[in-house]
């Protein structure tokens, strides 16, 4: 475990030296990649560092036991050991969770698409709930949202909409929204006062990472054709 710890904690000094470079700092793809890679070590490494902190100021309160100090201070000193110990027991803990894998995707930008369900003009309402508080959500975490497709209803739902959340961790906090989302209420297109149940689809997509695709000449066939007919189509 120490041995990853080491190497987690190198390829982040690591990461920030590159960050900092012209070539990097001027290639937005890179400085995006690279941001990801950092943002996902950087738990990981506080932990550790504040564990190594706690280690070196134990072993430095442990040497004053060998001083010669009265009794009163000996007590002191070894509530501070104990206080220690704890602390680096609970932070042994938080980095074994830290260290459990996570999905490679966890980082990245998301796509969500909403659609209404069941409930007609109601389902439309419930959607558009949704949105709205995935809206205020990512706005709490200082994510920026942009809508790529919306068809609403008449009566300002939505049918389906469609946005991408942009921010670190976006996926890891909204993945498991994915699914069916059920609602159970009086409507406000029902004037009978029951209770309608209405339901919304949710599909959490992590966005695709940029490549470069090259396609080679001789993988490629192009045929040519002519109309048979004359006229100004017959080219």
Do not use: C
């Not at 949105?131 to 919306?150: K, L, P």
């Amino acid at each position: 475990m120490w041995d990853k710890l080491k190497k987690a904690e190198d390829r982040f000094v690591e990461i920030e030296e590159e960050i900092s470079r012209p070539d990097v700092s001027t290639n937005p793809d890179m400085l995006q990649k690279l941001g990801r890679e950092r943002a996902g070590l950087e738990d990981l490494v506080n932990l550790y560092r504040e564990y190594k902190k706690a280690e070196a100021s134990l072993e430095e309160t442990k040497g004053m036991l060998d001083d010669d100090v009265d009794d009163e201070m000996r007590d002191m000193v070894r509530q501070e050991i104990e206080k220690l110990e704890t602390k680096m027991e609970t932070l042994t803990e938080s980095i074994k969770e830290a260290l459990i894998p996570v999905d490679e995707n966890d980082e990245k930008n998301i796509i969500i698409e909403i659609r209404g369900g069941a409930g007609g003009d109601e389902a439309a309402l419930f959607a558009a709930d949704l949105f709205r508080m995935y809206s205020r959500y990512a706005q709490e975490r200082r994510w920026s949202i942009e809508i790529i497709n919306a068809n609403e209803s008449g009566i300002g739902g939505y049918k389906e909409i469609v946005f991408g959340v942009n921010g670190s961790g976006a996926y890891s906090r909204l993945k498991y929204e994915s699914g069916v989302h059920r609602v159970q209420r009086v409507p406000v297109t029902e004037s009978g006062g029951r209770i309608h149940t209405s339901t919304a689809t949710v599909a959490v997509l992590p966005e695709a990472d940029e490549v470069d695709v090259e396609i080679n000449d001789d993988d490629l066939r192009i045929d040519i054709f002519h109309s048979g007919g004359a006229g100004g189509q017959n080219v």
